[in-house]
């Protein structure tokens, strides 16, 4: 394969609207146009198939049943389990699903709607929520997101009453979800919450509910407006606010295309998202073929988050897990636990993904997760790596044992050319490009052992 500017730009798109591309899918691609490579990554990403590991909701006994405390640890137990099976499906869809752009998106929206519970039932509700209109209309996605169990749970919505309305949800869906600090008064956010009053979910069965008892049906002032409003009201006079659309282009771009926003460029894209009635795959298809998109300073410049990483990893070598739960403690030893946001900000994401211990675990991993925990070096080594080897060498069963992980080399081989050179495969694996002294240091033998010091550089962090 020659590389050029067409594959340059397929790379690049792929790197951020999936987790990256295989070298067979980049030669077959590379015979489109730019515009055909889009809609067809557009097209891929049409069907919805929600996660279905949690099969019921998981309620806690009553206390009118006066538990026991074995039943209170067997509800505990039982919730756990289901709570973490969740995680690990939607990794396991990450790292394996067609439906690329569906699921990019569908993190996106997760760590823009943050929300935090410890119910797995709730909380497969609400990811599915966001897959099945990740790329449909946000009025609807954020309109749907309110209603659900999880989402009314952790901002308190449950308990927003006439006469004791809760302001909580009111807040952050103007501070976090729609227009950003500054855009409101704390006279709209009391009174966008007395319409929110009534919005409630019935615990058994998990759905929605709008309690008419509970709702204030006198008049609210918001945004200068006055009525009888209701939730769906507050949040069509929101989306009326093209900041709404503006805010909603930058998050895109800050976790599409780079940290440091542009300013007339995010401007561009709010104006064609208010424009198009808030379509996000209008939006996203504004993005992603934009000439500026491409540009040189959009390419390889963001920190893959810890579940890019991880997962990245996942498909580049098609590892399997022979203790799924290894996946969790993986997730938080990098700094990212889905569906467990810090705080209701969600995760800050660019450069407070790297420290020096996260970097270091970060550099490990790949050897952990591909050859036992050791990664070789090149040529002869001096007595202290000797001992280093020696030592790690001796400890490669405990953390084969340990992490359970088993790449497919072979079908992983099957992918690339036979003689691939070292140069070649850090153009497939690595988004940005390896600095020339740091190439030299990866000796060119062993496909396997290329492939793990490539993933171990610090250029594979980027994307």
């Not at 807040?171 to 009391?190: N, Q, V």
């Not at 007595?383 to 992983?412: G, H, M």
Request: hydrophobic share 35%; net charge positive; glycine share 6%.
């Amino acid at each position: 394969m020659k590389r050029s500017e067409k594959t340059d730009a397929i790379k690049h798109l792929y790197s951020r609207a999936s987790f990256g591309i295989t070298y067979p899918e980049l030669i077959r691609l590379s015979r489109l146009s730019q515009k055909e490579v889009l809609e067809r990554l557009l097209k891929e990403a049409e069907p919805f198939t929600p996660l279905a590991e949690a099969k019921e909701n998981i309620l806690r006994p009553s206390r009118q049943d006066n538990p026991s405390e074995e039943d209170i640890r067997a509800y505990t137990k039982k919730r756990t389990e289901q709570e973490e099976a969740v995680n690990i499906s939607w990794v396991s869809r990450l790292s394996a699903d067609k439906a690329d752009l569906r699921e990019k998106l569908t993190l996106f929206w997760h760590g823009h709607f943050a929300c935090r519970t410890t119910n797995g039932y709730y909380n497969q509700q609400l990811n599915n929520v966001q897959r099945k209109h990740a790329l449909g209309n946000f009025r609807t996605l954020v309109t749907e997101v309110a209603k659900t169990p999880a989402m009314l749970s952790f901002l308190n919505n449950q308990q927003n009453r006439k006469g004791k309305p809760n302001e909580n949800f009111a807040r952050e869906l103007m501070e976090l979800f729609t227009l950003g600090r500054g855009h409101y008064t704390e006279a709209d956010i009391r009174e966008s919450a007395r319409a929110f009053t009534g919005w409630q979910f019935r615990p058994e069965s998990a759905g929605f509910f709008f309690n008419e008892r509970q709702h204030d049906r006198g008049t609210k002032v918001f945004f200068g407006r006055s009525g009888n409003f209701q939730g769906e009201d507050i949040i069509n006079m929101i989306l009326e606010q093209k900041q709404c659309a503006y805010f909603i282009a930058e998050r895109m771009y800050r976790f599409f295309v780079n940290d440091t926003p542009d300013p007339m460029h995010v401007r561009d894209l709010g104006d064609y998202f208010y424009g198009q009635n808030y379509e996000i795959t209008a939006l996203i298809r504004r993005m992603f073929s934009s000439k500026w998109f491409y540009n040189e300073k959009n390419v390889g410049n963001k920190i893959k988050s810890p579940i890019e990483f991880l997962v990245g990893l996942n498909r580049s070598f098609y590892i399997q897990y022979a203790r799924p739960r290894v996946l969790l403690q993986l997730q938080r030893s990098l700094g990212q636990a889905l569906f467990y946001p810090p705080n209701v900000a969600g995760w800050p994401g660019g450069t407070s993904w790297i420290d020096s211990s996260s970097l270091l675990t970060r550099l490990k991993l790949p050897s952990t997760l591909l050859n036992g925990g050791i990664l070789e070096s090149e040529g002869k080594a001096d007595p202290e790596d000797e001992a280093y080897l020696a030592t790690a060498r001796r400890s490669q069963p405990n953390v084969e044992r340990k992490t359970q992980a088993f790449p497919d080399w072979e079908r992983f081989r099957r992918t690339l050319p036979a003689a691939i050179t070292r140069e070649q495969l850090a153009y497939v694996l690595l988004a940005s490009r390896v600095k020339a002294v740091s190439l030299e240091k990866i000796e060119q033998s062993d496909l396997v052992q290329m492939a793990i010091q490539l993933v171990s550089t610090p250029e594979y962090q980027l994307c």
